[in-house]
């Protein structure tokens, strides 16, 4: 039941499960999504979640449990969600031979939209995401980020409140992955929920909620500083003149979790008590990087993820061998 303290769900899900043969790909997840967040699943390959957004946009039907959107079943009302909802597959495709503006009306079509509130939509959507003056091209001529933008646009038409995007700017350039994410920026301001599942972790820092999937589960959710908090010891950069070097050297250090190349520089986790100088330096010496520094870092997704994802790994090692 809502009360004035927790704001009303887009999605609830209870014990949602859904398997492939042996695979378990979705483990009795719960799962709630307030209105209006811009919520992002985080996780390494396979860990689920484009089973869940599969399951939430009512295309694969779930083993076990429960989901709603809206308050509505998405087993036993799919006629009642799929209004609702925009989804954007990994294998969303446009028809190349379709210009722009056919591309929209096509898909407009099928969901049902009125002749004029197409028109109206059409024209207000190219105009927001700077296509109007392409209308006309072909679809097979665009840069992959005006690709995705169509792809957006014609997932839009029918102005769903939830949006379900699978990795939606995948292998699109850093530019248009940007501009991607204003427009996202805009729908959340208008109150549209959307869930986004992406592999990139400054797309993950603009969410309002994470969740971190692995093996089908939620293993962490919150904020992104929320997140971030979860993550023990203090995060450092090592700067020296061959970070590949560096990386593979402490590598081999217990003390150093998680390192990983941020730039030019090798970042680590330091759960430590002692100063990490004292032992960061010497030790690369001996490995064959001299000259090593070592600076504090404020904490970042990147490195969170990564911890979490080692973390998760070694617990279901821990619970595999027990
Ligand atoms: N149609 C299917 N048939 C068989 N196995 C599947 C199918 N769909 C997913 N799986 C398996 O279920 C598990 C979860 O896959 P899923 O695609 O949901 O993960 P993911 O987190 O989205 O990863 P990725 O980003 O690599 O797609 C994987 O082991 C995958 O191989």
Same mark, same amino acid.
């Given at each position: 039941m809502t009360t004035p303290t927790s704001p009303p769900l887009a999605v609830r899900a209870s014990g949602l499960g859904r398997s492939f043969g042996d695979t378990v790909a979705v483990a009795e997840l719960d799962l709630d999504v307030p209105r209006g967040a811009v919520f992002g699943l985080l996780g390494p390959d396979g860990a689920g979640k484009s089973t869940l957004i599969r399951m939430l946009a009512t295309v694969l039907l779930p083993d076990t449990g429960s989901a709603e959107v809206f308050g509505r079943s998405v087993i036993t009302e799919r006629d009642a969600v799929t209004p609702l909802i925009g989804y954007m597959s990994q294998r969303f495709s446009l028809y190349p031979d379709l210009s722009i503006a056919e591309n929209l009306e096509f898909f407009a079509r099928v969901r049902g939209v009125g002749r004029s509130e197409r028109h109206r939509r059409a024209a207000s959507l190219l105009e927001s995401m700077g296509l109007a003056e392409f209308a006309d091209r072909q679809a097979q001529h665009l840069s992959g980020g005006m690709k995705q933008k169509l792809m957006l646009a014609t997932t839009l038409m029918h102005s769903p409140e939830l949006l +379900? +995007?699978? *990795?939606? /700017?995948?292998? $699109?350039?850093?530019?248009?992955?940007? *501009?991607?994410?204003?427009? #996202?920026?805009? #729908?959340?301001?208008?109150?549209?929920? $959307?869930? $986004?599942?992406?592999?990139?972790?400054?797309?993950?820092?603009?969410? /309002? @909620? %994470?969740?971190?999937?692995?093996?089908?589960? %939620?293993?962490? @959710?919150?904020?992104?500083?929320?997140?971030?908090a979860l993550v023990p010891g203090r995060l450092l950069e090592v700067i020296a003149a061959d970070p590949r070097a560096a990386l593979a050297a402490l590598r081999t250090l217990p003390e150093a979790a998680s390192p990983h190349l941020f730039g030019d520089v090798v970042r680590v986790l330091w759960q430590q008590p002692d100063d990490p100088a004292a032992l960061l330096i010497p030790a690369l010496a001996r490995a064959g990087v001299p000259g090593a520094t070592v600076r504090p870092a404020a904490m970042d997704m990147e490195s969170a993820f990564a911890f979490l994802a080692e973390s998760s790994a070694h617990s279901s090692q821990s619970a595999g061998a027990a």
């Amino acid at each position: 039941m809502t009360t004035p303290t927790s704001p009303p769900l887009a999605v609830r899900a209870s014990g949602l499960g859904r398997s492939f043969g042996d695979t378990v790909a979705v483990a009795e997840l719960d799962l709630d999504v307030p209105r209006g967040a811009v919520f992002g699943l985080l996780g390494p390959d396979g860990a689920g979640k484009s089973t869940l957004i599969r399951m939430l946009a009512t295309v694969l039907l779930p083993d076990t449990g429960s989901a709603e959107v809206f308050g509505r079943s998405v087993i036993t009302e799919r006629d009642a969600v799929t209004p609702l909802i925009g989804y954007m597959s990994q294998r969303f495709s446009l028809y190349p031979d379709l210009s722009i503006a056919e591309n929209l009306e096509f898909f407009a079509r099928v969901r049902g939209v009125g002749r004029s509130e197409r028109h109206r939509r059409a024209a207000s959507l190219l105009e927001s995401m700077g296509l109007a003056e392409f209308a006309d091209r072909q679809a097979q001529h665009l840069s992959g980020g005006m690709k995705q933008k169509l792809m957006l646009a014609t997932t839009l038409m029918h102005s769903p409140e939830l949006l +379900l +995007l699978d *990795e939606p /700017t995948t292998g $699109v350039d850093p530019v248009s992955r940007r *501009e991607f994410w204003r427009i #996202l920026a805009g #729908l959340h301001q208008d109150g549209t929920t $959307v869930i $986004v599942a992406t592999p990139y972790m400054d797309e993950a820092e603009r969410c /309002t @909620q %994470i969740a971190f999937i692995d093996r089908g589960r %939620i293993q962490n @959710q919150g904020t992104p500083a929320q997140i971030k908090a979860l993550v023990p010891g203090r995060l450092l950069e090592v700067i020296a003149a061959d970070p590949r070097a560096a990386l593979a050297a402490l590598r081999t250090l217990p003390e150093a979790a998680s390192p990983h190349l941020f730039g030019d520089v090798v970042r680590v986790l330091w759960q430590q008590p002692d100063d990490p100088a004292a032992l960061l330096i010497p030790a690369l010496a001996r490995a064959g990087v001299p000259g090593a520094t070592v600076r504090p870092a404020a904490m970042d997704m990147e490195s969170a993820f990564a911890f979490l994802a080692e973390s998760s790994a070694h617990s279901s090692q821990s619970a595999g061998a027990a």
